[in-house]
């Protein structure tokens, strides 16, 4: 056996930050009236965050995504407090704290996640925002059809418990318990075949998601503003 020297690395990759920001540019007037965001995940999938999203931010662009808190996190102290920060992916036992601290929003895809994301606000005084993350079919991650129900459930007992509150103190804004809290400021899903829109996993998937964001909708409409805003929503997939 003949043993050689592998260097530390192979294959060199050199990122244009002036194309990667036109390429951007031409993606986002391609999606319009859509808006883009960032998807930085797995350190910019290869490309290198530490150099992706402050020249991504740099040429204008404030929403980034990323899978995990850690990563989020790594985001917010490269973008500083004007960037919108989404991730979705954490464990059941992951502190978010530190992630409600750092204003990094929150997918939502069990109704534990409610649960540990209403505390961490009440712990830390400050607003908690999330996004529900709907399975629509891909079945990877999200709130699949039941657990949807009971997330829908959450949020309207969540609502009365704030109404109540509201009843007793007189003035939100002033009610200890719930002046820090959790606002829904989104709904998204990940598509199997969205690169193949004739498909018809991507129709049954929108169809999903349409229904969805209208069951929500009404949720919200409902609580009087008290769990976030309909017409605010950000609506998105992947």
């Known amino acids: 056996m003949t043993s050689f020297d592998i260097p530390e690395a192979l294959v060199r990759a050199e990122i244009d930050e002036a194309a990667l920001c036109d390429n951007a540019a031409v993606l986002a007037d391609r999606l319009s009236p859509a808006r883009l965001k960032c ?15 402050p020249a991504l931010f740099s040429a204008g662009w404030r929403e980034f995504c990323v899978a995990t808190i850690p990563e989020a996190l790594h985001l917010r102290s490269l973008l ?4 919108q920060i989404l991730a979705w992916l954490y464990g059941p036992t992951t502190d978010l704290d530190e992630a409600v601290r750092a204003d990094i929003q929150l997918g939502i895809s069990t109704v534990d996640s409610l649960d540990r994301l209403a505390e961490a606000a009440r712990r830390t005084g400050i607003t908690a925002r999330a996004h529900l993350k709907i399975d629509t079919g891909l079945g990877r991650n ?38 820090a809290d959790i606002r829904i400021v989104g709904i998204m899903s990940h598509f199997a075949v969205a690169d193949e829109p004739e498909r018809p996993e991507t129709a049954a998937q929108s169809a999903v998601f349409s229904s969805a964001h209208g069951q929500l909708r009404a949720v919200l409409d409902a609580a009087d503003g008290r769990l976030g805003e309909s017409d605010d929503l950000d609506v998105h997939i992947a």
């Open 39 to 53: 998807v930085v995940k797995a350190n910019a999938y290869g490309h290198g965050i530490d150099l992706v999203a």
């Open 80 to 83: 500083g407090p004007e960037a």
């Open 142 to 179: 999200g709130l699949a059809p039941e657990a949807l129900v009971r997330a829908f459930d959450w949020l309207r007992r969540h609502a009365e418990e704030r109404r109540t509150a509201d009843t007793d103190h007189g003035d939100l804004a002033t009610a200890p318990d719930t002046a």
